[in-house]
């Protein structure tokens, strides 16, 4: 994510701002520009606020030329709760949040987000069955995830370093990217090479996966228990975790963090100077940036008393996957259009 400013007063403000606390100018996310712009003389005409302002907190605008009173993002949901069920309505707001902050990391790597068919079903399960997944392009989350005390019960059990609504949604959208990036370009056999036959039973995967678990040297190979399910759930798992790392990433550039190691180890591996754009180049470059931050996070993070920020270990085979990833997005993102 990068760092926003109002561009009236200079204060640095977040990317859900709708209001600068500083001088109180009205601000939005403007998607064509990929910034917050002030709405008044310094921000650019005939925008105006998504009608879910309120309902969802949604702070995008719509652009000359755009019909309709929703952004390009809230656009994207078919199904959300209904206007009597207040509770349904604030965990709607945060998967929106975090729906938001998955758009704008896929927009600004270029890759395509409304051409394809993507689609959003956010829906409460108090009520009725809900099944996170994806289908065909329809990314269906529970809501229920939106609750912190829930979310952390379920990662316990399931005994996983990380759950987080935006990690749901950058997994199903890794789903949907699979045909996208890999399907339709001709680089299934390489795929296949990395991360299995995506043609082995999915439900018995499953069933398989749910009664004995991965295997003791799962992380030799995979970047989380889960990945070891199947060979799409492998790639889902990868994805998302690619696009936590250029995200991640993105932040530290843009504030300015640089990871140095201590002065008396002079060990050049510990040092890292993340870039405003780590993409261009090979993966190579990206990871001599994440590793070294990761330990510093996680350093910081100890300090505190808290767990690691970044409770994961990546291995050479992960790191291949990873780089595969990496290769895809960018030719992804050629082919759409973005540079």
Known sequence: MRAFTCNN???LVFFENSLCLRCS???GFVPSQLDILALDHHGPAQVRRCANAVVAGCNWMLEPGETGPLCRSCRLTRSRPADEDPDGL???????AAKRRLLFGLMDLGLPVESGGLQFDLLPSRTAPVVTGHADGLITIDLAESDDARREQRRAELGEPYRTMLGHFRHEVGHYYWPILIERTGELERWRRLFGDERADYDQALQRHYERGPTADWSDRHVSAYATMHPWEDWAETFAHYLHIRDTLQTAAAFGL???????TGDASLMAAPAEDTGEGSFRAVIGDWLPLTYALNAVNRSLGRDDLY???LAPAVIDKLSFVHDRVRAGRLVAGGG
């Open 9 to 11: 007063c200079g204060q």
């Open 311 to 313: 409770p994961f270990a």
């Open 258 to 264: 640089f990871v140095t190691g201590p002065r008396e």
């Open 90 to 96: 604030a965990a709607f707001a945060k998967a929106e």
């Open 25 to 27: 100018t009205e601000l």
